[in-house]
């Protein structure tokens, strides 16, 4: 069976920046360039085909990444909007493992903000090839130069202008292409015009791109070392080689609201964003021999996807998005669900365009699609064919650091709303829910107020049940300081068949952000390798349940390493509660500290509200990392506590009378003060 569409044709991209700085614009011209929409969409009038979520037009803001596939120059384009604010990281997160190459948007005033540090390091982390647009060229303050600078010195990486603007703000007129050597004047229409007067700009930027391009590219040094010209395509190519290795990242300029250099933009990222077939194989793990192995990108290779995404729709049901690495697969077939060992079947299959679609009998090696009829699948789980088991890398989320108690306002209600609940936490990873069996109480988790603000609308709007929700709370969590060994014995005897788990727990703490580890260290059949699970189960059960002060354990490295085994008596119930009982015991001898969530926030305000506005940083526990000036404004960078940050948006407001404003979003948990560690631990003794 022949492909339906060349796989080197392909391009699986993103499109990711801090809020506001027009990523839903910029998509929404991209379709409309590319044929896929005839009028174009608005966030402003909430008439954005990306941002289909009600709330989504309501508040001008992405919510949930959206999928689309458009064509431009015999190109297939598969593109993921996603959201620009910090509450709904997880959808940055888990679209950046899926993809290959990603479209990064400034915006020309604010240049490099929080959050853009925040994607840009998620990008990073998955080896994602970038290009640049600074966006906004044409409002008041747009500054070209300065961006691309702090590209350089904040994001530490080497950004090389392949366009530069013909003037900024109400005087931006055109975009000068030092790869062809052309001005384009805007409208587009005109083609090129007489490049008069940007003539000397032309030729000694496009010197400087050609210098730059030799110092990192052993090609065109040759050619630039033997005085020859570079010609635009070999230009085109070494940029395409350098993007595609992370070595740069090529700028782009233009103004997505008045449709200026969004061509240019879909040219480049033919040009030089990679296809499938250009990014290194993936990795996987042969269930069958342990070892890892390389899956080529082709579809003479078994099939192999990760699902990144689980949607309800309240019209077809449950739709699981998949990333397909390797082999085809058909509507109807039977697949193995890797990460759970459970055999599933994959109904019908559709290419996406936001919240539309269009069905399909089979998909490819390279393609995006979303599938009907996986019952047990979710967010990081495998799908291989059930003959050639392997394991792709799951997607790691960050820890929910804002909690709150909720119940619905009439009690007929519950199990609609522990059904909602469970719906919701299955399509967001970053969104937890828990039962409290001692108070009885419902209590949800997730990024920040935003984010817990959005999944209470969701419940009314979308199951139609009214929620009470209490305050919002930090998300405490606990570790350990110092290694501990700790025994578990569960022995009962009460005539008949008895109970018995004996188990031995090397408790150690794990580095920061590593999450629960668990290695079995049994040797010569001490515990025989069946129970091995069931203590995993235990151990993990202690940790949730939490140490000092009640709330959960994490970064905890956990062996077993000994233990003991009764032939008739021995039970998986028996071993998860000796291993439940060692790690109660180890956690209290561990030295156990309490951590609290530490945000980066990041304040810009005029020059006169500096000094009242760091007095109130101060005051809120903050440690300030820096302070750029720029002309009449200043931008603070800072930690502080999240505990500390309740009221803020509120108290910034007045004390620079509604003119500084303020990014948020998670940095990492860090051990709370001792003083307070104290108040809360006491507190905490009274109420459990």
């Excluded at 690495?325 to 077939?333: D, T």
């Excluded at 997730?446 to 209470?456: I, N, S």
Aim: include cysteine.
């Amino acid at each position: 069976m022949s492909r339906t569409f060349p796989l080197e044709k392909i391009r699986n991209i993103g499109i990711i920046a801090h809020i506001d700085a027009g990523k839903t614009t910029a998509t929404e011209m991209i379709l409309h360039h590319a044929g896929r929409t005839y009028k174009v969409g608005s966030v402003d009038e909430g008439t954005a085909v990306m941002d289909w979520m009600e709330q989504e037009r309501e508040r001008g803001i992405t919510i949930t990444s959206a999928a689309t596939t458009c064509h431009w120059r015999k190109h297939r384009i598969n593109i993921i909007d996603t959201p620009g604010h910090v509450d709904f990281t997880a959808e940055v997160e888990r679209s950046l493992r899926v993809l290959d190459g990603g479209v990064v948007i400034f915006d020309g005033v604010a240049g490099v903000e929080a959050q853009s540090e925040a994607v840009w390091r998620q990008a990073d982390k998955y080896g994602v090839a970038r290009i640049c647009f600074i966006n906004k060229m044409d409002r008041t303050g747009a500054d070209f130069h300065h961006t691309v600078t702090m590209i350089n010195e904040r994001l530490q990486n080497r950004a090389l202008p392949i366009q530069l603007p013909m003037g900024s703000e109400k005087d931006f007129r055109g975009i000068i292409d030092l790869v062809e050597n052309k001005v384009i004047a805007f409208p587009v229409d005109s083609n090129s015009i007489s490049i008069e007067g940007t003539e000397t700009l032309l030729a000694k930027h496009r010197q400087e791109l050609i210098e730059n391009l030799a110092d990192l590219d052993e090609q065109i040094m040759l050619l630039y070392l033997e005085g020859q010209d570079v010609s635009a395509t070999q230009i085109k190519a070494a940029i395409r080689r350098l993007t595609i290795s992370n070595r740069m990242v090529p700028v782009l300029c233009g103004s997505a609201l008045r449709d200026r250099g969004i061509q240019l933009l879909l040219d480049a990222i033919v040009d030089y964003l990679p296809s499938p077939v250009d990014v290194p194989p993936i990795s996987v793990t042969d269930l069958e021999s342990g070892e890892e192995i390389l899956r080529l990108p082709s579809d003479d290779e078994p099939f192999a996807a990760l699902a990144f995404k689980t949607v309800f729709d309240p019209f077809m049901g449950r739709l699981v998005y998949l990333r397909v690495y390797s082999g085809r697969v058909k509507a109807g077939a039977q697949v193995l669900n890797a990460t759970i060992d459970k055999k599933e079947r994959v109904g019908k299959l559709y290419v996406m365009h936001a919240n539309h679609r269009e069905e399909i009998e089979h998909t490819e090696t390279g393609s995006i699609v979303a599938s009907l009829g996986l019952k047990m699948t979710s967010t990081g789980d495998t799908l291989c064919e059930t003959k050639r088991p392997v394991l792709l890398e799951a997607i790691r989320f960050a820890e929910p650091v804002l909690s709150m108690a909720v119940e619905p306002k009439s009690k007929v209600d519950q199990d609609k709303l522990d059904d909602s609940l469970t719906k919701l936490a299955m399509e967001d990873p970053t969104f937890k829910v828990y039962h409290d069996e001692e108070t009885g109480q419902t209590l949800i988790s997730g990024m920040g107020e935003l984010h817990l603000e959005v999944l209470m609308e969701r419940i009314f709007r979308e199951y139609g049940i009214r929620v009470n929700a209490g305050k919002p709370q930090v998300a405490y969590k606990e570790t350990i300081t110092i290694p501990v060994e700790s025994e578990g014995r569960f022995i009962r005897q009460s005539g008949g068949r008895g109970q018995y788990g004996h188990v031995w727990l090397r408790i150690e703490p794990g580095e920061r952000g590593s999450g629960f580890e668990f290695r079995d260290q049994i040797r010569s059949g001490a515990i025989p390798k069946g129970f091995t699970p069931s203590v995993e189960a235990g151990a993990k059960s202690a940790l949730q349940s939490g140490g000092l002060a009640g709330y959960p354990v994490i970064d905890v490295k956990v062996t077993l390493y000994d233990g003991s085994f009764h032939e008739v008596d021995s039970s998986d119930v028996a071993f998860k509660m000796a291993a439940f009982m060692a790690m109660r015991d180890g956690i209290d001898k561990a030295k156990p500290v309490i951590l609290e969530p530490i945000m980066e926030v990041e304040i810009t305000t005029p020059n006169q509200f500096l000094g009242d506005i760091i007095g109130d940083l101060n005051s809120r526990r903050a440690h300030i990392e820096g302070i750029e000036s720029r002309a009449e404004s200043s931008t603070i960078r800072c930690l502080v506590p999240l505990a500390e940050t309740f009221g803020f948006a509120g108290d910034l407001r007045s004390l620079s009378q509604g003119r500084a404003s303020h990014t948020m979003c998670f940095h990492r948990y860090e051990e709370l003060p001792q003083d307070l560690s104290e108040q809360i631990t006491a507190r905490m003794g009274r109420t459990r």
